[in-house]
C-alpha cells in the first residue's frame, strides 16, 4: 500500500474503532452491536461498510469459519499518526503551535489542557 493512506469516513473510523478494541476477530453482528448507541444501522448498511473497508485494505475478511470475521489490517496507532500528519500539514500547515494557538484562541482548549500538555511535554524530555 506504500504511504498512500486511503482516509476513512466517520462511519468507517467508527467501525475500525470497534475492530481496535477487540482483541479478536469480530462478526458484523459483534460490531453492529457496539455501534448500537451511535448509530442506527441495518446490517446491509454495516456489511457495505465492511466492504469498502476491504477494498481500501484497512480490514480483512476471513469467510473460513461459516461466518465472516474481520480483523484490522492496519494497526490504530500507525492510522493516527498518518491521519494527523496529514491533518496538521493540511490545516496547520505542519505547526503544531499554530493548531494548539488556534484551538487555545477558540476556547477549545482550555487552561487545565495546556497544564497537562505541559506536563506530558515534560515527561518526554526527562525520558
Not at 13 to 31: A, G
Not at 81 to 87: E, L, Q, R, V, Y
Amino acid at each position: 500500500m506504500g504511504n498512500i493512506l486511503k482516509k476513512l469516513g466517520e462511519a468507517e473510523l467508527e467501525i475500525m474503532q470497534v475492530i481496535w478494541d477487540s482483541e479478536h476477530p469480530v462478526t458484523s453482528n459483534y460490531i453492529l452491536k457496539e455501534l448500537q448507541g451511535r448509530r442506527r444501522w441495518q446490517l446491509s448498511t454495516l456489511m457495505t461498510s465492511l466492504t469498502r473497508l476491504s477494498d481500501k485494505g484497512f480490514v480483512h475478511c476471513d469467510r473460513s469459519t461459516g461466518s465472516n470475521l474481520y480483523t484490522s489490517v492496519i494497526l490504530e496507532e500507525e492510522y493516527k499518526a498518518k491521519a494527523s500528519s496529514h491533518f496538521l500539514e493540511k490545516l496547520y500547515n505542519n505547526s503544531i503551535q499554530n493548531m494548539i494557538a488556534t484551538l487555545y484562541n477558540n476556547k477549545t482548549i482550555k487552561n487545565s489542557d495546556i497544564e497537562e500538555l505541559r506536563s506530558f511535554l515534560d515527561k518526554l524530555e526527562d525520558e
